[in-house]
């Protein structure tokens, strides 16, 4: 592992453990030239996937741009980080274990939406705007009716039947 501060390819390991979703392993390295200290996060990678775009182009899938956009999607939310981290892991391992090397961006789109809508309505909401690409207040609307009805049905669901024995 390249030091980060001087560039040295000679680092070393100091301390090795699992991460808190033991996703993945946290590593303190120390470069022997430079004395620098600095993390390190291992993770499992089952496949390399592609993202195919919208226009047709094809990029490396990176976990980091997934992170990035639930992120602000979730800014200044009352969400634990560690439901975050669980999200996006299982995002991920839908996306690696789907078996399919090349994978539709509204595909990981759909699945980050899915997601959002059980963490927190109004990150749904600030996502949706942006990846269905609104453009005016009767989009809002009309993702809030859709939201308020899936609420209503839900709590249809789960709400006892009443019988009418008479």
């Known amino acids: ?32 030239d430079c004395g620098g200290r600095f993390t390190t996060f ?6 390399e996937l592609m993202v195919v775009k919208r226009s047709g182009r094809r990029t490396p899938f990176d976990r980091d741009k997934l992170e990035t956009s639930i992120a602000h999607a979730l800014r200044k939310r009352p969400v634990a980080p560690e439901r975050i981290e669980r999200m996006v892991n299982g ?9 399919e090397a090349e994978i539709a961006s509204s595909t990981i ?11 927190d309505d109004v990150a749904y909401v600030r996502f949706a705007s942006v990846y ?3 453009r005016e ?8 009716g859709q939201l308020g009805t899936a609420e209503d049905e839900e709590e249809g669901a789960s709400a006892p039947a009443h019988r009418n024995d008479d």
């Open 132 to 134: 269905k690409n609104f």
């Open 137 to 144: 207040a009767k989009d809002f609307e009309e993702l809030l």
């Open 42 to 47: 291992e993770r499992v990678q089952l496949r």
């Open 91 to 99: 995002i991920v391992r839908q996306l690696e274990s789907s078996g």
């Open 1 to 32: 592992m390249r030091c980060p501060y001087c560039g040295s390819l000679d680092t070393q390991v100091k301390d090795s453990r699992p991460t808190d979703d033991h996703a993945s392993i946290r590593r303190r390295r120390v470069c022997p």
């Open 109 to 119: 789109g759909e699945l980050v939406m899915e997601g959002l809508k059980g963490l």
